[in-house]
């Protein structure tokens, strides 16, 4: 059976950072490409970043980009989002989710989700 969990998640004052984990059971990361989203309330779902199969390319949202880090520990079948320097409006649940073919913010795309983790920014 797969499964993602994230883990990770809090309370955590503007400026601040966090770590979020998404460990997977029931398949192997180098089978599956995998991204981070968050949805606030009342939003739509936006994708946050992706790292490869291969962990060879990554991709993010403009949003993120020069705050947030993807990485990934093919060894412990679990996937980083490293946040920096959060902000108010990053305030969301985190899913982290897997997808067989590619690195992409779509999240139309991916085949298996997370349970997500809560993260609250403060002003």
């Known amino acids: 059976e797969v499964q993602l969990v994230e883990s990770g998640g809090g309370l955590v004052q503007a400026g601040g950072s966090l770590r979020l984990s998404c460990a997977a059971s029931g398949f192997s990361f180098g089978d599956y490409a995998i991204g981070w989203f968050r949805q606030a309330p009342g939003k739509e779902p936006e994708g946050v970043s992706c790292i490869s199969k291969s962990a060879g390319n990554t991709h993010y949202a403009d949003s993120v980009k020069g705050r947030f880090t993807i990485s990934s520990d093919n060894a412990k079948n679990t996937v980083y989002l490293q946040m920096n320097s959060l902000k108010p409006e990053d305030t969301a649940v985190y899913f982290c989710?897997?997808?067989?073919?590619?690195?992409?913010?779509?999240?139309?795309?991916?085949?298996?989700w997370g349970q997500g983790t809560q993260v609250t920014v403060s002003s």
């Open positions: 989710a897997a997808e067989s073919l590619w690195c992409t913010l779509e999240a139309l795309r991916y085949d298996y």
